[in-house]
T-cell receptor, first 114, second 115 residues
Framework: EAAVTQSPRSKVAVTGGKVTLSCHQTNNHDYMYWYRQDTGHGLRLIHY???????EKGDIPDGYKASRPSQENFSLILELASLSQTAVYFCASSGDWGSQNTLYFGAGTRLSVL | GDSVTQTEGLVTLTEGLPVMLNCTYQ???????LFWYVHYLNESPRLLLK???DNKRTEHQGFHATLHKSSSSFHLQKSSAQLSDSALYYCALSVNVGDNSKLIWGLGTSLVVNP
């Protein structure tokens, strides 16, 4: 069974503070993704990566950075957290970027920025 | 551009009634791959079913969907709703663009099944 683990599961941050969300996968997948989920907006892609030490911008990268230090780990970094970044964040992995490939999601991180 | 439309943000049903969640898509690419993902509360979103074959019914866990390229639709159906079907359902479209692929998500439909 594919496994994607996110930490922390929830976090409260202060406006202007730095937040790091971590993701670890044991699927041996090359591709990893960070999405945010907001009511009325569905799932939106923030950053993704297809190889260690390289990341790519998704559809809404502003205000976020990503880091892929190894195949297994992919972090999302909010250098200066803002109220608008309150959301649920999901990490996912897939074996390929091909159109038929299934995404395997983590359980999500609920971030509240106050 | 490419897009996925899920017309209902919320569907409320009584247990035992049939389920139909709408999904239509737009793409200029000829070989779309369509997915339904389900997100139960406090769990990870996961794949429910997927298809790229025109007019072929795909089934999983009591749900089924048929890709109709003529109408650009991939509606999710179930004959009889159960309380445990209450969840958020996402339709997604994937297309190959050169050497890469794009995944486009619908906004999701929240299904609430009441006793």
């Amino acid at each position: 069974e594919a496994a994607v683990t996110q930490s922390p599961r929830s976090k409260v941050a202060v406006t202007g503070g730095k937040v790091t969300l971590s993701c670890h996968q044991t699927n041996n997948h090359d591709y990893m993704y960070w999405y945010r989920q907001d009511t009325g907006h569905g799932l939106r892609l923030i950053h993704y990566s297809y190889v260690a030490d390289s990341t790519e911008k998704g559809d809404i990268p502003d205000g976020y950075k990503a880091s892929r230090p190894s195949q297994e780990n992919f972090s999302l970094i909010l250098e200066l957290a803002s109220l608008s970044q309150t959301a649920v964040y999901f990490c996912a992995s897939s074996g390929d970027w091909g159109s038929q490939n299934t995404l395997y999601f983590g359980a999500g991180t609920r971030l509240s920025v106050l | 551009g490419d897009s996925v439309t899920q017309t209902e943000g919320l569907v409320t049903l009584t247990e035992g009634l049939p389920v139909m969640l709408n999904c239509t898509y737009q793409t200029i690419y000829s070989n779309p791959f369509l997915f339904w993902y389900v997100h139960y509360l406090n769990e990870s979103p996961r794949l429910l079913l997927k298809s790229s074959t025109d007019n072929k019914r795909t089934e999983h866990q009591g749900f089924h969907a048929t890709l109709h390229k003529s109408s650009s639709s991939f509606h999710l159906q179930k004959s009889s709703a159960q309380l445990s079907d209450s969840a958020l359902y996402y339709c997604a479209l994937s297309v190959n663009v050169g050497d890469n692929s794009k995944l486009i998500w619908g906004l999701g439909t929240s299904l609430v099944v009441n006793p």
